[in-house]
């Protein structure tokens, strides 16, 4: 299972990393992350976007949700059965912020090796045979940041902009049902226990993954607010 994890997941985003950092005309390993974050965010988009297509038509039907809690507050069976028949209707679903979290969960996993591994001679045993092979990697970025060693400004920086992604996305619907319970959980989770999880790893980890992680959030923040969708929409005649 962990060959197979690798292959799928680790090998391939080593080797773009390297790749990267081979071809950009100035070989900076920061660099190098911040492009493999934006390429990772253009193939997450159309899912990212459609689940906050989701979440903000779920926080649209605030209003018919808390009436039909009302109308059946006495009746918790029938309470549920509604409020699934309204998501129906209205074509959306309470697990819909799950699954850029749990597209994300293996990449961030197989980053935390990638980035702990990117200096060491094992790193080159596993690149592809069409990816140019450095004789090193200077992991001095931006002059100044060593991204093989712990930073905690990053690390600080990494649990914020979580924090901050978090509290822009739509909040999840207060139905009664097995679904909206979850999704509360997930979001309650995503919103406060996440930016924490991230900071404490990012103070141990290398730096390269805080750094990862920040780009990531700081993209999230701009599709939250609606930036890059105006930017991309045309303008009315």
């Known amino acids: 299972m962990q060959a197979l994890f690798s292959e799928i997941f680790t090998r391939p985003l080593l080797n773009l990393l390297i790749f990267l950092y081979q071809t950009l005309p100035v070989q900076d390993l920061g660099l190098a992350i911040i492009l493999l974050t934006i390429l990772i965010?253009?193939?997450?988009?159309?899912?990212?976007?459609?689940?906050?297509?989701?979440?903000?038509?779920?926080?649209?039907?605030?209003?018919?949700?808390?009436?039909?809690?009302?109308?059946?507050?006495?009746?918790?069976?029938?309470?549920a059965k509604q409020i699934?028949?309204?998501?129906?209707?209205?074509?959306?679903?309470?697990?819909?912020?799950?699954?850029?979290?749990?597209?994300?969960?293996?990449?961030?996993?197989?980053l935390f090796w990638v980035f702990s591994a990117i200096v060491g001679p094992g790193a080159i045993e596993k690149l592809y045979s069409f990816v140019p092979h450095p004789d090193s990697i200077n992991t001095i970025t931006f002059g100044f940041l060593d991204l093989a060693k712990p930073s905690a400004a990053l690390a600080i920086l990494a649990g914020a902009?979580?924090?901050?992604?978090?509290?822009?996305?739509?909040?999840?619907?207060?139905?009664?049902?097995?679904?909206?319970?979850?999704?509360?959980?997930?979001q309650w989770q995503?919103?406060?226990f996440l930016p924490i999880f991230i900071t404490v790893i990012a103070f141990r980890f290398a730096s390269a993954l805080p750094l990862y992680w920040t780009v990531l959030n700081i993209i999230g923040v701009i599709q939250q607010s609606g930036v890059i969708g105006r930017i991309f929409r045309r303008p009315r005649q």
């Open 84 to 110: 699934m028949e309204l998501y129906r209707a209205r074509g959306v679903s309470p697990f819909s912020g799950c699954l850029p979290v749990l597209i994300q969960l293996p990449l961030l996993f197989a």
């Open 41 to 79: 965010r253009v193939i997450l988009f159309p899912f990212v976007a459609k689940s906050i297509k989701a979440q903000k038509a779920l926080a649209e039907i605030q209003p018919e949700l808390k009436a039909v809690q009302e109308k059946y507050k006495n009746n918790k069976e029938e309470q």
């Open 190 to 192: 995503t919103t406060y």
């Open 161 to 186: 902009t979580q924090f901050l992604q978090a509290y822009l996305t739509p909040q999840a619907p207060t139905g009664a049902t097995q679904g909206s319970t979850f999704a509360k959980s997930l």
